[in-house]
């Protein structure tokens, strides 16, 4: 009998060669794993070692030039009238590089918490986020996050959207606030929409009676109600039930934009799809956006309202799959009648925190060993000492990987979003984890520029944790050499298109103040 290899397993079940396009960010060509076509992953651990996170920046403007590019097509499709705008929802990952390489490549901006609003501050002062990019508020706010939100308009920035989540947001900012402002209003799901799965969403939001409320105290005065926000949920992938659900919601904006001249967009929020998580994974975006223009147009129609700029905020869709961990398989353990365990030399529990607290499932692909038998195995973290530290969750099918082989690398996907803001940058991790050293790539003209930094170091950890350094003792290890900048001729690449940088479109319908910007 014949075993199967890995390569057979991946034509059997998912149609790939062994050569080609893996998924839209991964490739292998002459048996070597590349990160967006580009970065020979391989190439990266014989290099620098493994646990090592590589992040590449490229793919953040592809994933935004691609989706400019679905709501182009489906705009021709549906003879839409309105427009579209893309912002990213910066709490899916606040790494700088991230945040500018999105705004870069045309992205607007989506705060949900206090922080957020000083760091939009500091890149408009610093000159990374334009005037003429939206910066839309979502979230409960207290008190320090609409005071961010007042210095913000108070300092000449015009295009910032507070989104009300509930009334005493209102009052306060029409109580302090020195300038005309922008806001929007976030709907609250009714009772019985609500996914029951899914508990939690419903705690955002306004009423409709609270909505009317907000347009009925802005009537009349230098303030305008600009943005109605429908947030259904996080990575939705049954389009007919979205669609559903964004018809009634757009059935409500087009009542309150009856009553509302100035309310002229509509945020469907967050939920887009990514394909870091299925190696099956299917989506039609153009088609997606082509019903919901449609529909939306033709809801508004009925109520006698022009069609609105349509608004996505794009968190996970935006930086998922330009991250990547490579973690080695340090030792395999025989586990009687179940699954062997493949024990990392890392912590997918600490690393990737979504496997443990919402069951994420990511796609994890062997950088070797392609003509070897495959085999269901289960993983485990050797890094930490919890029986909680493994993958998948015992309730789901085990990874079918090759047999080990001393050396093994596994790239996890999907992995640059969330994960490093759930699990934390910098001080202390479940059992001591250290941080993996990281690769971060970006795109710098025609060239690609590399920057490494030092995995995490036993001292800085115990220091946060109150400990004095100087009496601590650790094992002498001779230390790598950090390069901090490494130009794209040394690295194992190909030239990249360079970003195409967007700006607002022609057909945006501005305030009265804020068309000066």
Not at 44 to 70: K, R
């Amino acid at each position: 009998m014949i075993e199967q290899t890995y390569a057979g397993y991946l034509n059997d079940s998912f149609g790939f060669s062994g050569a080609g396009a893996l998924t839209d960010f991964l490739t292998r060509r002459n048996e070597r794993l590349l990160l967006g076509d580009t970065v020979d992953l391989g190439a990266l651990v014989e290099q620098f070692g493994a646990p090592l996170e590589v992040s590449f920046c490229p793919q953040i403007t592809t994933q935004v030039q691609n989706m400019l590019d679905y709501a182009m097509a489906a705009q021709v499709s549906a003879g839409y009238t309105g427009s579209f705008l893309y912002a990213y929802a910066t709490k899916a990952n606040f790494s700088e590089e991230v945040v500018r390489t999105a705004l870069n490549a045309g992205a607007h901006y989506e705060t949900s918490a206090a922080a957020d609003v000083v760091i939009a501050h500091h890149l408009w002062r610093q000159g990374v986020l334009s005037e003429d990019r939206y910066i839309f508020c979502n979230g409960s706010k207290e008190p320090m996050y609409l005071d961010g939100i007042l210095a913000l308009r108070h300092a000449g920035y015009e295009r910032v959207v507070a989104v009300l989540d509930d009334l005493d947001e209102l009052d306060y900012i029409l109580t302090h606030s020195r300038e005309p402002m922008l806001f929007g209003v976030r709907e609250r799901h009714a009772p019985e929409v609500v996914d029951r799965n899914h508990a939690g969403a419903e705690r955002f939001g306004l009423t409709p009676a609270e909505m009317q409320l907000v347009a009925q105290r802005l009537a009349g005065t230098a303030h305008e109600l600009v943005v109605y926000h429908a947030m259904v949920g996080s990575q939705i992938e049954d389009a007919a039930a979205w669609e559903a659900r964004l018809a009634r919601s757009a059935n409500a904006y087009a009542a309150l934009a009856s009553t509302s001249p100035s309310l002229t967009m509509f945020n469907f929020g967050g939920g887009m799809p990514t394909s870091g998580y299925d190696l099956n994974f299917q989506f039609d975006y153009v088609g997606f956006l082509t019903n919901l223009m449609a529909n939306t147009q033709a809801i508004c129609a009925e109520h006698g309202v022009a069609a609105p700029m349509i608004i996505a905020e794009c968190g996970r869709y935006t930086v998922a799959n330009h991250n990547v961990y490579l973690i080695e398989v340090g030792r395999v353990k025989e586990a009687g009648a179940i699954e062997p365990w493949y024990l990392l030399n890392g912590s997918l529990m600490v690393s990737a925190p979504d496997t443990l607290i919402v069951d994420q499932e990511f796609v994890v692909v062997p950088l070797d060993g392609w003509d070897t038998a495959v085999q269901a195995v289960r993983l485990g973290g050797r890094r930490t000492c919890d029986s909680d530290d493994l993958y998948p969750r015992s309730h789901r099918p085990a990874l079918m990987l090759p047999e080990f082989q001393t050396g093994m690398v596994l790239a996890v996907c999907g992995v640059g979003a969330y994960q490093a803001m759930i699990g934390g940058k910098g001080g202390a991790h479940h059992c001591l984890n250290p941080e993996m050293r990281r690769i971060i790539i970006e795109q710098d003209g025609d060239q690609l520029v590399m920057r490494e930094i030092a995995p995490q170091n036993l001292m800085a950890q115990m220091s946060a944790l109150g400990y004095s350094i100087a009496t601590i003792e650790q094992p002498a290890r001779k230390p790598l050499p950090v390069r901090t900048a490494v130009v794209s001729e040394q690295l194992p690449v190909r030239p990249l298109r360079a970003a195409r940088r967007r700006q607002a479109p022609s057909t945006l319908r501005t305030s009265r103040f804020a068309a000066s910007a």
